[in-house]
């Protein structure tokens, strides 16, 4: 809407990309008229309008002409931080939600899950308990006594058939390993919902 009255008898070309999480926008405008400047005042709101759908907008002129780059995301991506000692699992996990909306935030050494909350605050957590450094359900129970996570949906999922003693501790979803892409995209959905509880 913006580049079309630029133009002025002149022409503007649209150039479109998709990415895995975002669309690209290059649009060349120019007008015979090399001495009319560009509206500035229009260009802010233009850039107000794109922030509102997070997306970001570059732009430059010259003599009779401006190129824009608009970048808008297809969704936001939700970091998921993922506690598992287990580095296969992580790869296979990440694997699983490449090109979803979620993105794996993974967590090798539960020494460092509460500087990982800090440093990506995660949209959700993922799980186990059979780690050898620490006690899994112990972890549970301080993720769920910590003002970063308490409130986050979690999901445990482990090798342990104890889906009970799960919920009891404070999870939303039990996932019982080997677990595959459709049930772990499943109860990454349903931990997203707006109305996500236990069980």
Known sequence: GHALPCAG???CALEATRSLTGLTFEIATQWPDADRPVA???????????????GRLTHSSGPGRLTYRLELPICDQWPVLVID???????????????????????????????????????LIVLDVMMPRMD???LLR????????RRL???VCTIMNQPELAYALGAN???RKPVT??????????SAAPESGSR
């Open 40 to 54: 500035a005042a229009d260009l802010a709101q233009v850039e107000e309008l794109v922030g509102l759908f997070r």
């Open 153 to 155: 949906p979690i999901i």
């Open 85 to 123: 000692d287990n580095a296969d699992i992580l790869q296979l996990l990440a694997r699983y939600v490449a090109g979803t909306r979620y993105r794996v935030i993974p967590a090798p050494d539960p020494g460092q899950v509460f500087e990982l909350l800090e440093a990506h605050a995660p949209r």
């Open 142 to 149: 301080k993720l769920r006594g910590h003002p970063l996570a």
């Open 173 to 175: 979803v039990f996932l």
């Open 9 to 11: 008898g002149g022409r």
């Open 136 to 138: 899994g359900w112990e």
């Open 181 to 190: 892409q459709a049930a772990f995209l499943a109860a990454l959905e349903q």
